[in-house]
């Protein structure tokens, strides 16, 4: 089954501890990319990736670090998290970045802070 | 820089209805426009994809139009039910300054009463 994969579903955290969190997709996608989701701001993306090795900031990339090693993997590093990285996050890819592609949504990850 | 905008924010109508959702943009020079449904606690799932240079797609009951010289995006829901409820989001992608960043609304909340 085509899928984007994120883990873990939930996390509860401390300030400080690096964490990461996973996204692996089994269709061949080429782009791919990480969102936020908080409530009245809606979603907004923290990183993208055209392809393997290639990424580039989004809206909101402040305290976040990204890796495009393989094409299936986009892992989403928090060195140090803070307490305003408490958010639902969420991985997404297409197949390429014309205009013909959807996009391709994991189930989402819920990152608590303390 | 590209906003977009969804009205209205919370939509509640008896099942059967037709029903109309609205989304705005500020800027024209779009590559592509979807429409995602989110139900709570999940990801996103892409409904409809326009390409810029369509009107209008169509997947069952749901029809999508597109006017992009007007800056603006209406999905149709025909005949709706109680499993349509749901948060619809819009989102385009491009604009002269935003590449291929994905920018979102803040969702329409629909309610769908048997």
């Known amino acids: 089954e085509a899928q984007v994969t994120q883990n873990p579903r939930y996390l509860i955290t401390v300030t400080g501890k690096k964490l990461t969190v996973t996204c692996s997709q089994n269709?061949?996608?080429?782009?791919m990319s990480w969102y936020r989701q908080d409530p009245g701001l809606g979603l907004r993306q923290i990183y993208y990736s055209m392809n393997v090795e290639v990424t580039d900031k989004g809206d909101v990339p402040e305290g976040y670090k990204v890796s495009r090693k393989e094409k299936r993997n986009f892992p989403l590093i928090l060195e140090s998290p803070s307490p305003n990285q408490t958010s639902l996050y969420f991985c997404a890819s297409s197949l390429g970045t014309g205009g013909r592609e959807k996009l391709f949504f994991g189930s989402g990850t819920q990152l608590s802070v303390l | 820089k590209q906003e977009v905008t969804q009205i209205p924010a919370a939509l509640s109508v008896p099942e059967g209805e037709n029903l109309v959702l609205n989304c705005s943009f500020t800027d024209s020079a779009i590559y592509n426009l979807q429409w995602f449904r989110q139900d709570p606690g999940k990801g996103l799932t892409s409904l409809l994809l326009?390409?810029?240079?369509?009107r209008e797609q169509t997947s069952g009951r749901l029809n999508a139009s597109l006017d992009k010289s007007s800056g603006r995006s209406t999905l149709y829901i025909a005949a709706s039910q109680p499993g349509d409820s749901a948060t619809y989001l819009c989102?385009?992608?491009?604009?002269?300054?935003?590449?291929?960043?994905?920018?979102f609304g803040s969702g329409t909340r629909l309610l769908v009463r048997p």
């Open positions: 989102a385009v992608k491009g604009g002269l300054d935003s590449s291929y960043k994905l920018i």
């Open positions: 269709m061949n996608h080429e782009y």
């Open positions: 326009i390409q810029s240079s369509q």
